[in-house]
């Protein structure tokens, strides 16, 4: 089983930057993938970025060249790093990680963080 831990949500002025933090626990060699969603009032869930166990990144148009996600391997701890914030960019958001347990697919989500990005 694997547990997520998040943090870092808060409330910030347009142009600034916050960081998210996701640190798994628990059978961690099964993870594939680890990915931010987020989720605003009246809109659909969007995949911000992403982060596969090779390293390689995957992000939204929206948030190309403003956001960037990086993995701490020695703390198993991926963090998404986002500058130059929009109030677009307020929404919950959520990581989860996608991996194989048993040669079974599954999703872990977190609790999730409030972003808010004030104009």
């Known amino acids: 089983q694997v547990h997520l831990a998040e943090s870092g949500g808060g409330l910030v002025q347009a142009g600034g930057s916050l960081t998210l933090s996701c640190e798994p626990s628990?059978?961690?060699?099964?993870?594939?993938?680890l990915v931010w969603y987020r989720q605003g009032p009246q809109k659909e869930r969007e995949l911000v970025a992403a982060?596969?166990?090779?390293?390689?990144?995957n992000y939204a148009d929206s948030v190309k060249g403003r956001f960037t996600i990086s993995r701490d391997n020695a703390e198993n701890t991926v963090y998404l790093q986002m500058n130059s914030l929009k109030p677009e960019d307020t929404s919950v958001y959520y990581c989860?990680?996608?991996?194989?347990?048993?040669?079974?697919?599954?999703?872990?989500w977190g609790q999730g963080t409030q972003v808010t990005v004030s104009s």
């Open positions: 628990g059978s961690t060699f099964s993870i594939n993938s």
């Open positions: 982060i596969t166990k090779s390293g390689d990144t």
């Open positions: 989860v990680v996608h991996g194989i347990w048993d040669n079974t697919p599954y999703d872990v």
